[in-house]
């Protein structure tokens, strides 16, 4: 029987969690986007009100129900309602951002109990044209929280480069449904390869 | 924020505020109102102490944006209203049509007549976004 996952995209308003969902969604979004009353940048001017909704089929006929999340801590009641149910999230960091470690570890606060399940991913956005903090120092920054995640750089207009991140997502559900020897493993890793 | 844009942003504020105050005033049944921005700023509000005008404004801007796309994705045409019927009371949800899309939300009680809130909000809305129009384009 076919089997749906619900998987939360998550970081600060602008990073690309929209265009993160909307190049793996097998239509196009839902979203709630309004008109943003803060500058983001020229070529961007509305921003997530409530949730973004995407879903990808995997072969086998599961299911991935992708949702995003606004990005301003405002609207953190939408967090903890998405949140409800969720196996897994993406966390993406905006390295343009002035302090993206101090995001990080944030947002890694905010979603914990997801994150402690190790049931998290992490991709930094925007390296290319922002080095620095690189990896190793969201490495340290997750360590010192006592947290061990899988932490990547990524570029989410890419479609390959989104699936990797949920990819590792389901390895990382995988190994933590196995640690928890739990009487069955949820998933097979096999059938969540994707097409 | 340069003092041209602060000097709007506060007469719409007013403008807002005045507005608030009339329907309060003229529908006791009304016991809160809030008008913010359509991504969750608060722009000027009346509600009891006990409650986050800050904190009701984001949830309203949410809600509103979620029932657009439910309106979308049902295929009904643009969302015009939204009414949450709850045990004690009701909450009124529309947008506030102006050169800055505006959200109003009204709180009721459960005592309420329905049609008559409805109505007292819906005039708000209407007078509110003459006001703001009026004041954008200068006239």
Redesign the interface.
Known sequence: MAKEYKLIFTGTMGVGKTTAISVISEFVPVRTEVASSEKLSDDKTTTTAAMDYGEVMLPGGDVLRLYGTPGQSRFDFMWKILSAGALGVVLLVDNRRPDPVADFRDYLQAFRDIVEGSKAVVGICRQDSHPLPDVEAFCVAADEMGLDVPIIAVDVRSRDDVLLLVDILFHEIEAAECDSSSETVVMNTTSMRFA | MNSVVKYEADTEKSICAEHIEKLLKDSTDIYGAIVA?????EIASQVRDDMSS??LS??S??????A??VCS?GGVGECRDMVIDASEGRVFLMDIPSR??LLLMVLCGNVAMLGKVFWSARNARESMSKDLEAHHTGG
């Not at chain 2, 801007?61 to 979620?66: K, P, V």
């Open positions: 921005s359509v991504d969750g700023f800050r904190k984001a949830i801007s949410s809600l509103l944006a979620l657009v796309a994705e800055k899309k």
